[in-house]
T-cell receptor, first 114, second 114 residues
Framework: AQSVTQPDIHITVSEGASLELRCNYS??????LFWYVQSPGQGLQLLLK??????LVQGIKGFEAEFKRSQSSFNLRKPSVHWSDAAEYFC????????????FGTGTRLTIIP | DSGVTQTPKHLITATGQRVTLRCSPR?????VYWYQQSLDQGLQFLIH???????AKGNILERFSAQQFPDLHSELNLSSLELGDSALYFC?????????????FGEGSWLTVV
């Protein structure tokens, strides 16, 4: 079965600093990969997704993620964070065939300090 | 706004009671998913319906049941509620449910069992 690991439970970053959130997956083939964000008391919003093609994908709110097959990783990045980026971030995978559900990582909580 | 609508947004009920959570998928989406988010279990897949038929089951308790109606809205029924059922329940939808379709989430229904 596929699994997703987000090794950082909590990250604190200064406003304006760069950000990288880590995500590793375990699966025999290349899955479809997603990043979702959950603001306090809110639902899950899709930031970006990777299905195939260019391994660097752009998302909303200035986020990007890079798929690295050799490292089984799909790390999320942002060059300069804003206070409004404080939220919980979830990496998710789905197998690249069939009718499959999303498997989520445990999430990384991002705190922004002034 | 993802286009997925969930009601009620908040619900407080007593142990042993039964509640129904309702979900309207995005216009045109045929698949509906239910997820449970709790502090100890994280985001867990419960069940997937496609065009009225159950497609996949995850970690759904026998006390829980769901259905998708001809108009494609879905209901999640939770019965004999226990304190541990307190969680945020998400509904999500996608066009077909095949891998490669983006899954969009609603804002969730907060259930508190007292």
């Amino acid at each position: 079965a596929q699994s997703v690991t987000q090794p950082d439970i909590h990250i604190t970053v200064s406003e304006g600093a760069s950000l990288e959130l880590r995500c590793n997956y375990s699966y025999g083939a290349t899955p479809y990969l997603f990043w979702y964000v959950q603001s306090p008391g809110q639902g899950l919003q899709l930031l970006l997704k990777y299905f195939s093609g260019d391994t660097l994908v752009q998302g909303i709110k200035g986020f990007e993620a890079e798929f690295k097959r050799s490292q089984s990783s799909f790390n999320l990045r942002k060059p300069s964070v804003h206070w409004s980026d404080a939220a919980e971030y979830f990496c998710a995978v789905v197998r690249s065939f069939g009718n499959e559900k999303l498997t989520f990582g445990t999430g990384t909580r991002l705190t922004i300090i002034p | 706004d993802s286009g997925v609508t969930q009601t009620p947004k908040h619900l407080i009920t007593a142990t042993g009671q039964r509640v129904t959570l309702r979900c309207s998928p995005r216009s045109g989406d045929l698949s509906v998913y239910w997820y449970q988010q709790s502090l100890d279990q994280g985001l867990q897949f419960l069940i997937h319906y496609y065009n009225g038929e159950e497609r996949a089951k995850g970690n759904i308790l026998e006390r829980f049941s769901a259905q998708q109606f001809p108009d494609l809205h879905s209901e999640l029924n939770l019965s004999s509620l226990e304190l541990g059922d307190s969680a945020l329940y998400f509904c999500a939808s996608s066009y077909t449910g095949s891998s490669g379709n983006t899954i969009y989430f609603g804002e969730g229904s907060w259930l508190t069992v007292v």
